[in-house]
């Protein structure tokens, strides 16, 4: 049976307007009882609903309350500081490679935590523009808010990240990519070898036995809203395996894709967030020097336990 | 000559002590989530006092209980403590490693902290509570004692929902 997130069923929103389309909670419900998750067909059924559609205006609240609980979860994570740590070698070589204008844009944002943070921090330096994309509008207009209120240097748009006219250097995101089929994964990093973009980074919750359990306690321990301690323990239960994530990324033609310590090349618990890396050739070295030891993290497709994106694995431009 | 303070001084002000900075955590907890900005130092101060100041409250509730005919009582209620402390501490002391671990180790292995430190430690809060309530109870059938421990313990339980119900519904 497919694992199903409350998120993904209970929203709708027309893509030219950004107004709301109606979603029935019959039909929520009737796909979440499909699944045979009737834990989250209580959850809906407890949400309000008029005419027998979901009230939009409760839905909005909701998105903006979860997502900003998953902020904090994130921070506790310490996930800005894992984009940082990969995209400052990245940047500092897309820069000398005379790439430009340099711009890192995240897909799928919520709220984006992660770009207002490294907007807060200048981390990545100043030429750089930041930009998250996101389909849902409260969700844009709530990160809008929040970097106005802060004065950052970001924004933030209500449009599909990989169909913006302004290229980007980098791609980022995290959390996206188990809400992608594993069919159309291909197809999401294949978009993103366009001749203007240098690489990207999508962090995403590492598939393994003690995901579930981790995933569970953390939101069980740190958030209050019944729908994202649902969605985050149905989240690490859907995640995509290391192979596939590769297998997928590698639809990059012009790029080497890496994981950064995956579970199997790390210690797992630690290893509970990992994200898969498309670098063009040129930008290798200068990634791997950035890392320093840590780049013994990088794992490609065919590695086998030794360095990878050492000698062998085609460093050159 | 080391002026060690009696048993009857310590106990109550470790337990104070511990009581208030339990109410300072659960006050953060209260405002987890609930403000979506990056920099936050005094909201996060002020999520700190209030639920030390609703801790607080708890501790005079319990002193009210627990102070009549003090003099009677207060070896009984010092061992009391005493025992309710031999289970605390040991929860305290791993809170205090854990929270170390995670702002003292590297990047990865700190978060970590979260996943099998801080994370589980938040769960099994309320079981620790009931525990030294018990642990308080056991061997007196002093009815001042248990409404002491019921307090306390109601105190201590109460003050994440009642900040976060006071100051902390809806994002700010």
Redesign the interface.
């Known amino acids: 049976m497919p694992v199903l997130e409350i998120s993904d069923l209970i929203g709708a929103w027309d893509p030219d307007t950004g107004a709301h389309l109606p979603v029935g909670k019959d039909e929520v419900v009737a796909r979440l009882r499909a699944a045979g998750d009737h834990h989250a067909v209580r959850i809906v059924e407890r949400m309000p609903a008029s005419g027998g559609f979901l009230e939009p205006e409760a839905v909005d609240r909701l998105f903006v309350r979860v997502h900003t609980e998953l902020q904090w979860l994130g921070e506790e994570l310490r996930m800005a500081e894992r984009f940082a740590e990969l995209l400052r070698p990245l940047v500092t070589a897309a820069r000398r490679a005379g790439r430009g204008p340099l711009r890192i844009v995240d897909v799928g944002c919520g709220i984006d935590p992660v770009t207002r943070a490294l907007a807060a921090s200048g981390t990545l330096g100043r030429d750089v523009e930041l930009i998250g994309a996101e389909l849902n509008p409260v969700l844009v207009a709530e990160a809008t808010r929040l970097a106005e209120e802060e004065r950052l240097t970001c924004r933030f748009v209500r449009r599909n990240a990989l169909t913006l006219a302004e290229p980007a250097t980098f791609y980022i995101s995290s959390g996206l990519l188990h809400h992608l089929p594993a069919a159309s994964l291909a197809g999401f990093f294949g978009a993103q070898d366009r001749s203007d973009t240098a690489g990207f980074v999508h962090y995403d919750i590492a598939a393994s036995r003690l995901a579930p359990l981790g995933a569970w306690v953390l939101h069980r321990a740190r958030m209050r809203e019944p729908l994202g301690r649902h969605d985050g323990v149905a989240s690490a239960r859907r995640a995509h395996g290391d192979a596939v994530l590769l297998d997928a990324a590698s639809s990059a033609e012009g790029m080497r894709v890496f994981l950064f310590t995956p579970p199997r090349h790390a210690n797992p618990c630690c290893a509970a967030m990992r994200p898969v890396i498309g670098v063009r050739p040129g930008l290798i070295e200068a990634l791997r020097r950035g890392l320093g030891r840590r780049a013994r993290g990088l794992v490609g497709p065919s590695d086998t336990g030794q360095e990878p994106g050492g000698a062998g694995e085609g460093t050159g431009g | 000559m080391t002026w060690i303070p009696a048993q009857e001084v310590t106990v109550p002000v470790a337990l104070a002590g511990l009581t208030v900075a339990d109410g300072a955590f659960a006050g953060l907890r209260a405002a ?8 936050r130092r005094a909201y996060i101060v002020t999520a700190a006092g209030r639920g030390a100041a609703v801790a607080l409250a708890g501790l005079a509730a319990t002193a009210v209980v627990s102070l009549g005919d003090l003099g009677r009582r207060h070896q009984a209620l010092t061992e009391a403590g005493a025992r309710t402390l031999a289970v605390v501490a040991p929860y305290a002391a791993l809170a205090v490693l854990s929270l170390g671990a995670y702002l003292l180790l590297p ?6 902290m ?3 430190g ?3 430690l ?2 099994v809060r309320p079981i620790v509570v009931a525990g030294a309530v018990v642990a308080a109870c056991l061997g007196t059938r002093d009815p001042v004692i248990w409404a002491a421990a019921g307090t306390a313990a109601a105190g201590v339980l109460t003050v994440e929902p009642l900040v ?1 119900r006071r100051w902390y519904r ?2 700010l």
């Not at chain 2, 990047?107 to 970590?112: D, K």
């Open positions: 987890t989530g609930r403000n979506g900005r990056i920099r990047m990865r292995e700190g978060a970590l979260v996943v099998v801080l994370g589980p938040i769960l976060r809806e994002p």
